[in-house]
């Protein structure tokens, strides 16, 4: 690891303001599981690291029926698998976090870090996309808040401005008749993701039409992704295995995957067919009884 | 450019230090390299194989990547704060003991921190919660299911103490 | 059979507080005072010419202590194989040119490890690429890559010293070709014309990780005063790592020593030595400070050795009942850049078959080839896994086209116990018909059996057969027990700990033999100076020869204490026994000593004798030299460990993912001198055999290790283990420490076949390469087998 | 890793050929590429900025001509390193050109590279998604140049 000034800060403003200075020489440490290993391999070799672990009104999760849910960006994948109201109202992400890395990264890890890792195989975002989730984002010069599924970009790649921070993700209240799953494959259990989903069915009152579908795959593309051609093919429709079947096909037909040591481009379109059709069969009934 | 040192303030297995060191120092550097700790190992270089696992408030966490100014102000257990000093061991070091549950030992402690910091959090877990929460802690000996069991072990213990 | 009261039984492991309470000290842990850390550059070509290296940038960054080149190193040779016909080609530090990347070029050693890291970024070195080759088999066409040209005679050659007259000579390969081995008996053309059915199928094992978890290192320190090198370092015995740090840096052997350190894992990948080690001895000497080098992840996979790569040709003979009348396999190996131990490997795939079936009519023919990549080395079985995925597949499938049990199968050709093996080895302990039988009812056989493909599930076996210990030069082993005055012994015994259990299991056999409780025998181990000879700890030699050292140790204790007891007691020796601390007279225990006394009156009354056990043992008492590998002749070791294996597994058709739902493993290692121990080696070689079988490869393309972290190389994590069961097949082992034998190795390598065959008998397809990842098992369900 | 790609371009053969092995024209096409300069008949000199998130590099490496077939084939190798040391990389490559009309050219590569260093630990899935995206890219300005020219000449 190279040397870089520790500038640990505890408040918003006060990291806007050294990020808004250092910019491209400065990079903001919050959890740090992905990056202090790219510190270590020497890949990035930032001069200052500005530490916003410490700001306590980043850390929190609130709810209510008419604004839906609060997260702020230091919100530990901990927190969120263990917090009560998450595991009622959205127990999709607190089953999602289960599964993320191991339970000393999620002790320590944040969403915010995570999200802006934009690491492609990354577990939290499809869900959090499937739910809708947006984000807040500031910066000295303002904030905005913006569709997390417009967040990503590319390969590790956000559209965080160099001196912009992630302060919070909004999650609106869950909708009637909505099913929301999460699916994964991997060789071993705690493996390396080769394909995930993550989709969220809205059915009408007749509890078999589908009113709305989300189908937000990953690890098979530079980003994870709504399969809208798919989602778009589900609505107003009944729900068979018909349609889930073609809904599968269609989404696995979006996917732009590409050949690693773990699958090839091949097999992971394979897969993510038979997961998509496997996820969607589970939110459907999910959403039957919601 | 020549970097200046930071004071740090922790609390290591009961025990307070304040001290310099570089920013760049890992917990787990600091752990090993400065206070001699040398019960918490460095087997891999990305966060994958637990073998450094400590405990930072009631946390259990990867010493190896978390910077060691992030812990200022914190209180850090390690595999040494374990067994207390008149020589009895922790229930788990007891039981992993009696269950043979390690073998070349060099993973042992970080399974040691994992298991103590999932029983202090989870009164009951079942097999499934063991294993779910030991999945960051790589072992090439044992295969597993020794230390699964005495985990299992130590935990029913504990509830039959209730 | 005779009550025991310390062997037998699963007592705590006396490593355990150290290991628990964070005191037990790894190499990793070794710190000495004005300590330098250095690293290694390592090439980034798999094939090129080294034109010129410019360390001068390198040197004049601050802390740097020293930096050095092959030029430093030059003409410094070894390595496992080094024989008069095939001397050792292995380098320190590359010369003329790189083979495979990874190789070092460069060392640095600087006050800190960062700095040395970015030391390495200032050396700048010129190469001229040369083309590569990776393949074996295109490796032997004419007009291929040449990787090596004349080898000549090594600096490490063990030869002479053990009194062998031949002459070494170079060698020269042709077509890259490292290695061969042509063993046979029998007529295997006649075999073949007496079999109703023959079927040849070929099967490939990738290179893997051993990945132990704590990764290689070594702290040397030379002292220029008294020109002694100290090290800490990781190995399996270290009179290995100390003949070879002597003959490489010149150092005689005497002024070498290898400290006590805990082990964190070896399975084989320990045992042999690394150029690393002797780069820190070098840089020692030369700077007169202690050197420590700790290899990366990255390292350990891409520089150090993994398991060997087999590709694997069988053609099996059988009447129509199964009766295996003749086999011929033949191996190609892709050695990789140096040979390693490629062509023991070659004959060991052989000879672990040996004791399984007795096959009548046999050939076997090994090329190992030179590539451009990383090469190998032993691995928990080395050479067992490899073969037994082929044979034992083959027979799931013979049976299957022959519509028989394999279990019936597999129990009628078995040896049977008392037969000797064609190279004269006797199995006077013979388990394995009843770890067949243990291990198939234990996974349900005949109720599952071809009877779940319904459901996707399936059950399979396999079986194989492991050393307990062999002649590699001088394997013998010794032990010192020594009585104290406050009646307790303190035990001597070189073998080192890796995990393995030996200090245990060695406490438990003196104890026994001594009648004392386990906590008096207080234990020094794995140090070169403290402890006797010491080749024991690798090729599963452990139990059988080390812990029979012991044995032989306490033994003779034991008979000096009775001599002296006797003459106090007035009784004869034979009258007496010992037992919890004292000796005593059989007809009227109340008379008894404790052994303070025996000792107090040894030393008043006999000059001072303080009563010293010596014991000693070697694996084949009858051979003076290594045999013929390359032929497969002469005797290897006086008892096999056995095993069989069976397992259940459950496939997902739409994604060709397996589950393993159950594995029983049934082992004779000829007494469990300790259970718990016996235990954990099973259920350890179970989930590394799973590992074995689906997931685990080091993948290279174009010489590069691709996946070389533990993030892309996956091994099984504590969610993956199925049900585990362990049976105990035990058959005394009438030359073996209450006879005891092998344990350590043979499992992993019947598990991998079982979990194979499990998946055909669950969905009728069979992948012939593993690992059987869910990408390769989809495409073999589509009838489109491909290599990934 | 190898990296495959086929593609159409419309233009006539000789017009590809000549493009192809104009410098400064094919450094407009490599996303990133910082200059490219001719040492000789047959080595170039090449600098080009690559990054994944985070991460950036500048590769500077040499390119050597080894078999041209005028105007059908040619054979490239190429070999260099991250200034910043965090890695080097070999490459072996073949282009082929096949007239499918008079005025349409399929343009065929293998590309065979290899990378070592830390870049190369970072992760092969990485590593290969951003080949396989700087190959797209280059193929498409490739097009658009070469089909752009075309129409003002015309």
């Known amino acids: 690891m190279r040397d870089f000034e520790y500038l640990p800060t505890k408040t918003i403003k006060e990291a806007c303001s050294l990020i808004s200075q250092y910019k491209e020489e400065g990079k903001i440490l919050a959890g740090g599981q992905s990056l202090i290993t790219l510190l270590r391999q020497k890949l990035i070799s930032p001069s200052y690291l500005i530490d916003i672990k410490g700001i306590s009104e980043l850390n929190y999760i609130t709810f209510d029926e008419k604004n839906g849910l609060r997260m702020g960006a230091l919100t530990t994948h901990r927190a969120i698998e263990k917090s009560p109201i998450i595991q009622k109202k959205y127990n999709v992400l607190s089953e999602m976090e289960k599964s993320v890395a191991s339970v000393q990264t999620r002790n320590w890890g944040t969403i915010g870090g995570n999200l802006c890792s934009a690491d492609p195989i990354g577990d939290p975002a499809p869900s959090l996309i499937a739910l809708s989730a947006k984000i807040k984002i500031v910066s000295s010069r303002g904030g905005k808040t913006i569709p997390l599924d417009e967040f990503f970009t590319d390969y590790f790649t956000t559209l965080l401005e160099p001196d912009e921070i992630l302060t919070e993700i909004q999650l609106p209240s869950p909708v009637a008749h909505t099913g929301v799953v999460y699916m994964k494959f991997s060789t071993i259990e705690a493996g390396i993701k080769i394909v995930s989903t993550s989709i969220s069915i809205t059915l009408e009152s007749d509890r078999r039409t589908c009113k709305d579908a989300k189908i937000v795959m990953s690890a098979v593309a530079p980003v994870p992704f709504n399969a809208k051609k798919a989602g778009n093919l589900m609505a107003g429709k009944k729900i068979n295995d018909d349609l889930i079947a073609e809904a599968a096909q269609l989404a696995s037909e979006e996917t732009n995957p590409t050949p690693d040591v773990h699958a090839s481009a091949e097999f992971r379109r394979e897969i993510a067919n038979v997961l998509v059709k496997r996820a969607i069969k589970q939110a459907f009934e999910k959403a039957k009884i919601a | ?162 | 059979m005779t009550e025991y009261s310390v062997v037998g039984k699963p007592l705590p492991r006396v490593d355990g507080i150290a290991k628990l309470t964070g005191q037990a000290k790894y190499t990793t842990d070794i710190v000495l005072p004005d300590m330098v850390y250095a690293k290694l550059l390592r090439s980034p070509h798999p094939h090129a010419k080294i034109i010129s290296i410019d360390i001068s940038k390198a040197e004049k960054l601050p802390g740097v202590e020293a930096v050095i080149t092959g030029k430093d190193t030059f003409g410094i040779r070894y390595g496992f194989v080094d024989t008069p016909n095939y001397p050792a080609e292995e380098r320190p530090l590359a010369e003329d040119k790189v083979r495979f990347v990874g190789e070092a070029v460069a060392a640095v050693a600087a006050v800190d490890p960062d700095i040395a890291e970015d030391a390495l970024d200032l050396i700048e070195v010129e190469y001229d690429p040369l083309p590569a080759v990776f393949d074996p088999e295109e490796a032997m066409k004419d007009g291929a890559p040449q990787i090596h040209g004349e080898i000549t005679r090594s600096t490490s050659c063990a030869w002479e010293d053990w009194g062998v007259a031949r002459k070494s000579h170079s060698y020269t390969p042709v077509n890259n070709v490292a290695s061969r081995v042509l063993i046979s008996y029998g007529d295997i053309e006649k075999g073949f014309a007496e079999a109703d059915y023959i079927r040849e199928d070929r099967f490939w094992s990738p290179a893997t990780s051993h990945m132990a978890m704590e990764p290689h290192a070594i702290v040397a320190n030379y002292n220029p005063f008294t020109g002694k090198l100290d090290v800490w370092l990781n190995h399996m015995a270290y009179e290995l790592k100390r003949y070879w740090l002597s003959k490489t840096l010149g150092i005689p052997i005497q002024k070498i020593r290898v400290h006590q350190t805990y082990i964190g894992g070896a399975f084989g990948g320990k045992a042999v030595i690394f150029d690393f080690e002797v780069i820190a001895g070098f840089l020692s000497r030369k700077l007169g400070r202690p050197v420590k080098i700790v290899l990366t992840r990255e390292e350990v996979f891409s520089s150090c050795r993994n398991s060997i790569r087999f590709d694997t040709t069988v053609k099996t003979g059988v009447k129509k009942d199964g009766t295996i009348v003749a086999q011929d396999v033949k191996v190609i190996v892709d050695a990789g850049a140096y040979k390693g131990s490629a062509a023991v490997a070659m004959f060991l795939s052989h000879q672990f078959s040996e004791p399984c079936y007795n096959r009548r009519n046999v050939r076997h023919e090994g090329v190992a080839v030179y590539t451009n990549k990383n090469f190998g080395f032993a691995k928990r079985g080395h050479g067992a896994p490899q073969n037994r995925f082929a044979v034992d597949s083959q027979i799931d499938m013979i049976c299957e086209d022959l519509g028989l049990d394999p279990v019936e199968v597999i129990l009628k050709n078995l040896r049977k116990k008392g037969d000797v093996l064609p190279n004269g080895d006797k199995l006077e302990s013979y388990g394995l018909p009843k770890c067949v039988q243990l291990a198939a009812d234990a996974i349900d056989w005949k109720q599952k059996r071809g009877t779940q493909r319904d459901k996707n599930r399936g059950v399979g076996i396999g079986i194989n057969g492991m050393f307990s210990g062999s002649g590699y030069w001088p394997f013998a082993c010794a032990a010192i027990v020594r009585l104290n005055h406050d009646g307790t012994v303190t035990l001597m015994e070189g073998d080192c700990e890796f995990g393995q259990g030996a200090d245990t299991t060695y406490s438990q056999i003196a104890a026994e033999e001594l009648g004392l409780p386990l906590e008096d025998v207080n234990l020094i181990s794995g140090d070169s100076e403290l402890c006797p000879m010491n080749y024991s700890n690798f090729l599963s030699g452990g139990m059988f020869v080390g812990g029979g050292a012991v044995y032989y140790a306490a033994y003779d204790l034991r008979q000096k204490m009775l001599k002296v007891a006797s003459e106090l007691l007035k009784v004869g020796p034979e009258d007496l026994d010992m037992k919890n601390r004292s000796v005593f007279i059989k007809a009227r225990p109340e008379k008894s000593l404790t052994f303070g006394e025996i000792l107090r009156y040894s030393i008043q009354k006999h000059l001072g004798d303080p009563l010293i056990g010596i014991g000693y043992k070697k694996a084949v008492p009858e051979i003076e030299f290594y045999p013929s590998l390359s032929k497969g002749t002469g005797r290897f070791t006086d008892a096999y460990g056995l095993a069989a294996a069976t397992a259940e597994v459950e496939v997902d058709r739409e994604t060709g993912r397996v589950k393993v739902l159950k594995i029983c493993i049934a082992d004779d290692c000829g007494y469990e001198i300790n259970p718990a121990s016996i235990y954990g080696q099973m259920v350890s070689q179970a989930v590394m055999g799973m590992g074995d079988a689906l997931l685990e490869e080091v993948i290279d393309e174009g010489g590069r290790v691709i996946n070389p972290n533990l993030v892309d190389y996956e091994i099984p994590r504590a969610f993956d283990v199925p049900e585990i069961m362990v049976l105990n097949g035990c058959d005394y082992e009438p030359k073996g420490p209450f006879g005891g034998k092998e344990a350590g190795e043979c499992a992993r390598a019947a598990v991998i076949p079982a979990i194979a065959n499990a998946i055909y008998d669950a969905v009728g397809v069979r992948v012939h390469r593993v690992p059987i990842t869910p990408e390769k098992l989809l495409n073999a369900l589509k009838g489109k087998e491909g290599r990934r | 890793m190898l990296i495959q790609e086929k593609f159409l371009v419309k233009a006539t053969i000789n017009r590809v050929w000549e493009f192809a092995n104009n410098p400064e024209e094919i450094g407009s096409c490599v996303p990133g590429c910082e200059k490219i300069e001719k040492i000789d008949e047959r080595r170039y000199l090449t600098i080009v900025q690559a990054g994944v998130g985070p991460i950036k590099v500048r590769f500077k490496f040499i390119s050597t001509i080894t078999e041209i077939d005028e105007p059908k084939h040619i054979h490239l190798e190429s070999q260099g390193a991250d200034m910043g040391k965090a890695g080097s990389f070999t490459q072996k490559s073949d282009v082929d050109l096949r007239e499918i009309s008079e005025n349409e050219v399929e343009v065929s590569y293998i590309s065979n590279i290899n990378v070592v260093g830390r870049l190369a630990t970072f992760g092969e899935r990485v590593m290969r998604a951003q080949a396989k995206k700087i190959g797209e890219q280059f193929i498409r300005s490739f097009k658009e140049k070469i089909e752009a020219k075309k129409e003002i000449k015309s």
């Open chain 2, 1 to 162: 450019m020549e970097i200046a040192k930071k004071i740090l303030k922790v609390k290591v297995n009961g025990r307070p230090y304040e001290m310099l060191i570089k920013p760049k120092t890992t917990l787990l550097q600091l752990l090993r390299n400065d206070l001699g700790l040398t019960g918490a190992k460095q087997a891999c270089m990305d966060n994958s194989c637990g073998a450094c696992t400590v405990i930072v408030d009631k946390m259990a966490v990867k010493a190896c990547s978390v910077l060691a100014l992030q812990v200022n102000g914190r209180e850090v257990t390690t595999v040494e704060g374990l067994a207390s000093r008149d020589g009895k061991l922790h229930p788990l070091q007891q039981t992993f003991l009696d269950f043979h549950a390690f073998q070349c030992g060099f993973c042992t402690p970080g399974k040691l921190m994992s298991a103590k910091a999932m029983l202090d959090e989870n009164l009951h877990p079942n097999e499934e919660d063991i294993r779910r929460d030991m999945e960051g802690n790589l072992c090439r000996c044992t295969g597993y299911k020794q230390y699964i069991d005495a985990i299992k072990a130590v935990a029913q213990k504990k509830e039959g103490a209730k």
